[in-house]
């Protein structure tokens, strides 16, 4: 006597595992979006706020205007400047101006103490020095050595 599975229960077993596979999945889908959603939800408030504080605050808390000049400085014209601002200073760091008729921005270094110097682009005359807090872009080392 032969045995004959019934076509009909067979092909009714093979949807329902793949319906439960696909909902499984689903289900961890989900688990993972409820994990993931709060870290992607603080690091888009973060954002803002940085956003926010960036354009209401910048170096030094104020914003710094200058009357616009007809071309810009070169930055090693610029980073002179600063450095004989600060006596015996080196700069290490400089922010371009972040716009038409804004100042740019070095730290100028001075053993431990580091000092924020704001010159006008446009003449290179010094604009205010503060005590330097910000971060900027890091300068190349310049090298004293005779060539």
Same mark, same amino acid.
């Given at each position: 006597m032969t045995l004959?599975?019934?076509p009909e229960l067979a092909e009714d077993r093979a949807p329902r595992a793949?319906?439960?596979?696909?909902?499984?999945? %689903?289900?961890?889908?989900f688990y993972a979006g409820l994990y993931v959603i709060?870290?992607?939800?603080?690091?888009?408030?973060?954002g803002l706020i940085m956003l926010w504080v960036s354009s209401v605050t910048e170096l030094? !808390?104020?914003?710094?205007y200058?009357?616009? !000049?007809?071309?810009?400085?070169p930055v090693s014209q610029l980073q002179a400047a600063a450095e004989a601002a600060v006596p015996? !200073?080196?700069?290490?760091?400089?922010?371009?101006?972040m716009g038409e008729g804004r100042v740019a921005a070095f730290a100028?270094?001075?053993g431990e103490d580091t000092t924020g110097v704001t010159i006008n682009p446009y003449t290179?005359?010094?604009?205010?020095?503060?005590? %330097?807090?910000?971060v900027g872009t890091t300068l190349p080392p310049t090298s004293t050595a005779p060539s």
């Amino acid at each position: 006597m032969t045995l004959v599975a019934d076509p009909e229960l067979a092909e009714d077993r093979a949807p329902r595992a793949v319906n439960r596979l696909y909902f499984a999945a %689903w289900r961890w889908h989900f688990y993972a979006g409820l994990y993931v959603i709060p870290f992607l939800l603080m690091l888009a408030i973060t954002g803002l706020i940085m956003l926010w504080v960036s354009s209401v605050t910048e170096l030094n !808390g104020e914003r710094a205007y200058v009357t616009v !000049g007809e071309t810009l400085l070169p930055v090693s014209q610029l980073q002179a400047a600063a450095e004989a601002a600060v006596p015996g !200073g080196v700069a290490t760091q400089y922010i371009s101006p972040m716009g038409e008729g804004r100042v740019a921005a070095f730290a100028v270094k001075v053993g431990e103490d580091t000092t924020g110097v704001t010159i006008n682009p446009y003449t290179a005359e010094v604009v205010e020095t503060f005590p %330097w807090r910000a971060v900027g872009t890091t300068l190349p080392p310049t090298s004293t050595a005779p060539s």
